[in-house]
């Protein structure tokens, strides 16, 4: 799967990056939709920190999303595939 990636300050990639998996009974694993970049991502970029939070490389991107659940581990039962 892809995922943008800094990979220094005002640098990113589009890179390759393992598709996830459910490991543990709580997990619950979603098919990102849409993504949107929002303040702290563009302070990531411009200069790999917010405050005290300094970013370790390389950082993927794009934590506000829409998805859709694609499998849940065996103890979820709030949602389900498909929700």
């Known amino acids: 799967m892809k995922a943008v990636v800094l990979t220094g300050i005002r640098q990113m990639e589009l890179t390759d990056v393992p598709e ?3 490991k543990e009974d709580g997990d619950v694993l979603l098919r990102i939709e849409k ?4 303040g702290s991502d563009v302070h990531y970029y411009e200069t790999g920190r917010i405050g005290a939070q300094i970013v370790e ?7 506000e999303c829409a998805a859709t ?3 849940v581990g065996s103890s979820v039962t709030h949602v389900k595939a498909g929700d």
Not at 35 to 38: E, K, M, N, P, T
Not at 57 to 63: D, K, L, M, R, S
């Open 20 to 22: 996830p998996s459910i």
């Open 35 to 38: 993504v949107g970049i929002c």
């Open 57 to 63: 490389y390389p950082f993927i991107i794009g934590h």
């Open 69 to 71: 659940v694609e499998a």
